[in-house]
């Protein structure tokens, strides 16, 4: 069971120094990993200390990366405000989605925050935790996308809540990066969710800076955006080459790393307003590479149990086909808005089967992650 705290896209784990107290959490599980890679046993996992314990029966919990859904929505969402922008589609269906995210975000924030402090170790834990961590970041990152969707609306409130979101990210950001220095992290639990903190509140942050009208701090977030993914983005690389394959439920974030150079491509054109030169093209070129890899990686994906984790595919989607969307824009084939519906159609279907799937997992019980807490020792 070694990298049994590692499949935390599932559930809940914690190293000694992370929990209170001196029990190790996730050393001991009630079902097999294989079991819950399958998808044939939902997961449950116990407590086993230096002491005797005895364990309180799990219940369900939300966990960081359920953020997810919200960030794949606004994805979603910001796709449909890009394609009314350039005339293809209606605006209100951008509308509704924001509205859409909006609430469903707030849901999941009211849920977690209310779960925080009951946990083994609160919020340091839950920030110094080696999986989900880096999906905290997500929390201020879908509130930017929110702001963004609300300023053609409400310019100035839109802003406001814009800079109070991308302040908070970067802070959080700041905090987390530190944590993973001052902490002795594996490499081998490293995965692509690494990227989200810096590289994607930073490059999110430059286009909603850039929408405000604000081009120099949308500068500075593009190369805090930038450079941290050329930084950690390069370490993260080096270990899905060369250290063993992700744990199963950890396998659907390689589908974060096709968001980088489309952010990053994205960025640029906020910036420049959608100037395509030599810098575009570069972050075009790379984009189409990591899409290539992507579709490598369908035959993996398709032997994977659905969960959570499942809504890392949203967003990172999302991003490549509002990047499309330039494109065509920019391209005008023939028949270019029958191209750029096809691409948003496709998106809209792939996000609402992860919907259909999800609330299918919710009506059976067998979505939100069974968390086991600790009782005192007897």
Known sequence: ???????????????????????????????????????????????EGSMNTRTA????????????????????ATCWGYAA?????????????????????????????????RRPGGWRAELADPVLAPFVSLIPIVGMLLATGLMPHAPTAGRWLFAVFAAATTI?????????????????????????PAVAGGLIASIGAARAGWTAIAHAFMGLGVISWLLIGSVIMARLL????LPAPLLPTLAIEIAPPALGGLAYLAITHDKVDAVALVFGGFTALAVIVQLRLIPVYRRLAF????????FPY??????????????????????????????????????????????SRRFLPRLQQPQAPQ
Not at 57 to 76: K, R
Not at 105 to 111: E, P, S
Not at 341 to 353: H, K, N, P, S
């Open 172 to 196: 959080l950001a700041g905090w987390i990066t530190g944590q993973w220095i001052v902490e002795e992290l594996d490499l081998d639990r490293l995965h692509s969710g690494y990227v989200l």
């Open 318 to 363: 999302a991003a490549v086909a509002i990047f499309a969307l330039h494109w065509i824009s920019y391209g005008r084939p023939v028949g270019y808005t029958v191209w750029a519906w096809c691409v948003l159609l496709a998106i809209t279907a792939f996000i609402a089967a992860l919907a259909a799937k999800t609330t299918t997992a919710l009506a």
């Open 85 to 117: 922008m350039r005339g293809v589609a209606p605006a209100l269906v951008a509308d509704v989605l924001f509205i859409v995210t909006a609430v469903v975000w707030l849901v999941l924030i009211v849920g977690y925050v209310s779960q925080v402090p």
């Open 242 to 245: 060369f250290r063993p394959r």
């Open 57 to 76: 029966q799990p219940q369900v919990g939300i966990t960081p990366n359920m953020f997810g859904i919200s960030y794949g929505l606004a994805g979603l």
């Open 307 to 314: 969960g959570p984790a499942f809504w890392s595919f949203a």
């Open 1 to 47: 069971m070694d990298h049994a705290r590692d499949m935390g896209m599932g559930f809940r784990g914690r190293s000694n120094c992370q929990a209170a107290g001196s029990y190790d959490v996730a050393q001991t599980a009630t079902v097999s990993v294989s079991e819950f890679a399958e998808g044939t046993q939902p997961p449950v996992f116990a407590v």
